[in-house]
């Protein structure tokens, strides 16, 4: 047995000599270290061996294995190529550039509406939704802008047929809740608008918004400026003033635009806010009577506000984004940078 | 409305330079959108809302001044002298319509010089945009900018039969207005009209054969009330607008006429020579009633959430002319100028109070009770499919619902209902609502190549319209372009499924593509008995990659996602796992194959993985090998390679009755 061994040893030492490739050496691998090779037929044979030479043997056979094995791993490396050899030599660069998996981004738009409801679910709001497509009444007469009524020409409005257009405000929003839920009343109302505005960098004829109503006894218009408040200290930061103006909405009274001290200048005056330090970013006021009429509602149990924003509009400020239309190109090379 | 600074001073004393004034303004209402020096004037650009037409005269702003400093508006002067002619006795007013002409007035003053007015009038004029034009008509616009309230000259003299009647149109009848338009008339428009024809479009612009020009002599002066939705529908339907309907469809101070005509009569007269005629003919219907209202002080401190005393109140009404009948300490009651009809709920007086009070003295109450916020299962499916998809690369786009009506853009995979189109479109590019997302997903593609990005991974979540009884159905639907192949796009659906909780499996049906796919490489895919969406290849030529692309009905997505967990124990044996590979008919698909395995109801076979299919020189031509493996895991005992092996050939029999499949040998 120990002969044996001692012989594979020899052949193997004047087979190498023989190896001239890879392909060589691999056979030499299969012949003597394959499943079934020469070493592991001596293996299969020490359990027929006598017990007290089992143990000595079977050293034996293995530290030939170990051998062989290196002898192999040797000429595997010699013949399989340049790649192998130079890597063990060469110096790994840690500073080449890393593989990068593919990552995607939600559009700023949809950023800019989860950072939204995520404020204002802080606050208890829910969100709910709306149809685009509309019955005139929602847009309109149930928010006190009556037919032939000069605030009308505030509201340009695409039309799909007689009474039916396209929502130019997401306050439709309000008169659909109302209408099936009684106070209190919590929600904010993100979505799509559209108005036939010529498209150019700053106006586009569809839009988003996000509408917010609260509807309960004793709410005052402290009680927006409070959440107003929040919501702007939290959105564009904590050293933002805010600043409240007489305005007019129908569906609302008192009425009040509300803007933020511009951020660019520290309301020193720019170009983005007009040289006034000021930028006008929502709407908003307490619910006019007459809306509540149109959902009976009693005007004297309750009181809410309601508050409206273009969603394009706090983008670009707070971004510096200066082109509307970059929202709609989705450029990857846009939307790749938020 | 432009106004000039030294003309407001004419009828206020306040001591605000040009950008003081404006802030105080702008904080009670008027926003100043822009001051410019003119000369030794500032002109001061007023955003005057809609719902305040007194404002759109110098004289409006220089009472919302006046109540802003505390001081008091000095009217400006209506003194002249006139002769002993009655002005009825030159000309009859006949008024038809008192609904849509509520009040009339006509002065008259002849052997008038008509020449270029004087200088500090031309001066502001011009400071605020106008241009002059001679004596007369600057007078009328000067006065309407003071006032107001607009007015118009006609040339007494070309005045047929010495008659005004204000009356609707006839059919037939048309009119060239002084700006040259010449625009034919119906019975729904009111005109003024002498004895033979129409002068003017009432409140919107007279005409021109009756304009006071050089070689006037003699004028009549009008000044009138028009109803607002009168004018405001005959401004559209002729498609001219001015100054003066401007002013008449927000509402013009019912009790103004007179002091604008007399104004101007007074101007008239100072700076066109000229004799008044006596007195005014007059025709008005009804009288005006003042509106009294009723403020409560608590619920003014209600709803502004604020504790203030009524003389507070009170002392803001007054400085804003309201004139208070009586007041106690809990109400006040009021009578509203007649220039605020805009004013008539008590509501409205507690803006007033807000507004001079100022909005930013109001204080910021945090006091909103405390509520809890659900995510419904809408917003949780759109957050969770937003998530899933940006996390293996895709970017969100944001495309026009609003689409033109190419073939493309037109398809409809959803219904075979008509498009819903818009009646008012700007361009053609923008005039029927989107039906299906992936057009708009394959532009985007399109721009993002012309823009050297090589590869692009894009979905969107948006609305389709589909026409329906009286508003359309809006199906939420979530689209995916991507270069990818089928079969990793079919993968993402399959794992964003698993990852909404959606366990039933779908089914993957041939499609013919429409105009969207190849047709050999698309399919339908049904979820339970909806149809969930549908994939394929884009058939689009114009790219150099093969994209693939799915819209998948995101509501149905919603109604089916089922995020309620519990967890599954987990095996401690371990498992063992079978490579087989199996030779079947070209048409056998891999779904059928699935199912067979699946109906051989093998309770410890946990997967089935597929991983190749192989048509070659060792598979006979008609026939592919599938190769695949399967798992068996128990989860009470270590499986011995025996019961393997008998549910292995169990799978292998029924594979082969079923389909004819063979085991491939090695």
Redo the contacts between chains.
């Keep these: 047995m120990l002969e044996k061994l001692e012989e594979v040893k020899k052949n193997i030492q004047s087979e190498i000599k023989s190896v001239t490739a890879l392909k060589d050496a691999e056979q030499l691998k299969v012949k003597y270290l394959g499943r079934k090779g020469i070493i592991q037929d001596f293996m299969k044979l020490i359990p027929s061996l006598p017990a007290e030479q089992r143990a000595a043997i079977g050293q034996r056979i293995n530290s030939l294995k170990t051998e062989v094995t290196n002898i192999v791993d040797e000429l595997l490396k010699k013949f399989s190529g340049e790649i192998t050899s130079k890597a063990t030599h060469e110096i790994f660069d840690v500073t080449l550039p890393g593989k990068r998996?593919?990552?995607?981004?939600?559009?700023l738009?949809?950023q800019t509406i989860?950072d939204i409801k995520e404020v204002?679910?802080r606050?208890?709001?829910?969100?709910?939704?709306g149809?685009?497509?509309?019955?005139e009444y929602y847009n309109f007469e149930a928010l006190n802008i009556p037919a032939?009524?000069?605030?009308r020409?505030?509201f340009d409005t695409?039309?799909?047929?007689n009474d039916?257009i396209?929502r130019s405000q997401t306050s439709t929003v309000q008169i659909r809740v109302m209408e099936k839920q009684k106070p209190?009343i919590?929600i904010i109302a993100p979505g799509?608008v559209?108005r036939?505005?010529?498209v150019d960098a700053r106006h586009s004829?569809?839009f988003h918004q996000v509408e917010g109503l609260?509807v309960?006894e004793?709410?005052?218009?402290?009680?927006l400026?409070?959440?107003l408040?929040?919501f702007i200290k939290t959105y564009f930061g904590r050293d933002v003033q805010?600043?409240?103006?007489?305005?007019?909405f129908?569906f609302t009274?008192?009425?009040?635009?509300v803007d933020i001290s511009c951020s660019l200048c520290k309301g020193k005056g720019c170009s983005v806010c007009?040289y006034s330090g000021w930028v006008e970013i929502l709407g908003a006021g307490?619910v006019?009577?007459n809306v509540f009429k149109a959902v009976h509602y009693d005007v004297e149990k309750y009181?809410g506000f309601a508050f409206g924003m273009g969603v394009e509009r706090i983008t670009m400020l707070k971004y510096g984004i200066n082109d509307i239309r970059l929202?709609?190109?989705?450029?990857?090379?846009f939307?790749?940078q938020f | 409305m432009k106004i000039s600074y030294n003309w407001l001073k004419e009828y206020v004393n306040f001591y605000l330079l040009p950008q003081e004034l404006s802030d105080k303004l702008t904080n009670t209402g008027l926003v100043v959108a822009d001051i410019q020096s003119v000369e030794d004037d500032f002109c001061i650009d007023v955003e005057v809302t809609s719902n305040r037409p007194d404002c759109l005269g110098v004289i409006g702003i220089a009472r919302e001044v006046a109540a802003v400093v505390g001081a008091s508006v000095q009217y400006p002067k209506t003194n002249y002298t006139s002769t002993d002619i009655e002005v009825s006795k030159l000309i009859s007013i006949a008024v038809e319509e008192p609904i849509l002409c509520p009040h009339y007035t006509a002065r008259i003053v002849r052997h008038i010089t008509v020449k270029p007015s004087p200088e500090w009038m031309q001066k502001r004029l011009k400071c605020i945009g106008l241009r002059p034009v001679n004596n007369i008509v600057d007078i009328t616009n000067y006065v309407m900018m003071e006032t107001g309230q607009p007015l118009h000259a006609f040339d007494l003299d070309k005045l047929s039969d010495k008659k005004i009647i204000v009356r609707r149109a006839k059919s037939g009848e048309e009119i060239v207005a002084i700006n040259g338009a010449r625009r034919a008339l119906f019975h729904d428009m009111l005109v003024i009209a002498d004895g033979k024809r129409p002068v003017a479009i009432a409140g919107i612009m007279g005409g021109k054969d009756t304009e006071v020009s050089e070689s006037t002599r003699h004028i009549l002066l009008e000044c009138a009330q028009f109803e607002p939705r009168q004018v405001r529908r005959t401004s559209k339907a002729t498609g001219i607008a001015s100054d003066s309907s401007y002013r008449f469809e927000r509402g013009i101070d019912p009790e103004g006429v007179e002091l604008a005509s007399k104004r101007a009569v007074k101007l008239i007269n100072d700076y066109a020579e000229g004799e008044v005629a006596h007195g005014v003919n007059d025709i008005r219907s009804g009288r005006y009633e003042k509106k009294r209202i009723t403020l409560r002080i608590e619920r003014l401190n209600k709803v502004l959430g604020l504790e203030i005393k009524r003389d507070v109140a009170s002392d803001i009404l007054k400085r804003l002319q309201f004139n208070i009948l009586n007041e106690v300490d809990t109400f006040i009651d009021v009578e509203v100028p007649s220039y605020r009809g805009e004013v008539y709920r008590e509501i409205d007086l507690i803006e007033e109070v807000a507004r001079i009070y100022g909005y930013n003295n109001i204080p910021t109450k945090t006091s909103i009770s405390v509520r809890g916020s659900v995510k419904s299962k809408y917003e949780i499916v759109e957050d969770s499919v937003r998530h899933f998809l940006t996390g293996i690369g895709f970017y969100e786009a944001k495309t026009f619902s609003i689409v033109d009506t190419s073939p493309l853009q037109s398809v409809n995979l959803w219904s075979d209902r008509a498009g819903v189109d818009i009646a008012n479109p700007l361009r053609q590019e923008e005039s029927r609502l989107r039906t299906c997302l992936l057009p708009s997903l394959i532009r985007t593609r399109i721009y993002n190549m012309h823009h050297g990005v090589e590869q692009a991974r894009i979905f969107e979540i948006a609305k389709v319209y589909l026409a329906g009884e009286k508003l359309p159905e809006e199906k939420t639907c979530l689209s995916i372009l991507a270069d990818i192949d089928f079969l990793t796009l079919k993968g993402i659906v399959e794992s964003l499924l698993a990852s909404l909780g959606i366990t039933s499996k779908c089914e993957w049906m041939a499609f013919d593509g429409s105009i969207l796919f190849k047709a050999d490489k698309s399919a339908k895919i049904q979820l339970g008995n909806n149809i969930l969406g549908y994939i394929g290849e884009v058939k689009e030529l114009e790219f150099k990659t093969s994209p693939c692309m799915v819209e998948l009905d995101l509501d149905l997505l919603v109604k089916m996602s089922n995020f309620s967990k519990y967890f599954q124990m987990l095996s401690q044996y371990p498992p063992v796992l079978r490579d087989l590979a199996i030779i079947v008919d070209e048409e056998v698909t891999w779904a059928s194959i699935e199912k067979c395995i699946l109906a051989a109801n093998i309770s410890f076979m946990t997967a089935i993985n597929f991983f190749d299919i192989y048509y070659g020189k060792q598979i006979p031509s008609g026939k592919k090998s599938i190769a695949f493996n399967l798992c068996f895991q128990a989860f009470d005992r270590t499986l011995k390679s025996e019961e393997v092996d008998v549910a292995q050939q169990m799978i292998l029999d029924s594979l082969y009755k079923t389909l004819g499949a063979e085991l491939r040998k090695q």
């Design positions: 998996p593919l990552v995607g981004k939600k559009h738009i949809t989860d204002f679910a606050l208890g709001f829910d969100v709910v939704y149809p685009e497509v509309e019955s032939d009524h000069p605030s020409t505030d695409f039309y799909i047929k039916v396209l209190p919590r799509r559209y036939p505005d010529t004829f569809m609260l309960d004793g709410v005052s218009f402290a009680d400026r409070g959440v408040n929040q805010m600043r409240f103006r007489p305005s007019f129908p009274e008192p009425s009040a635009e007009s307490m006019d009577p009181t929202f709609y190109e989705n450029d990857i090379r939307l790749s």
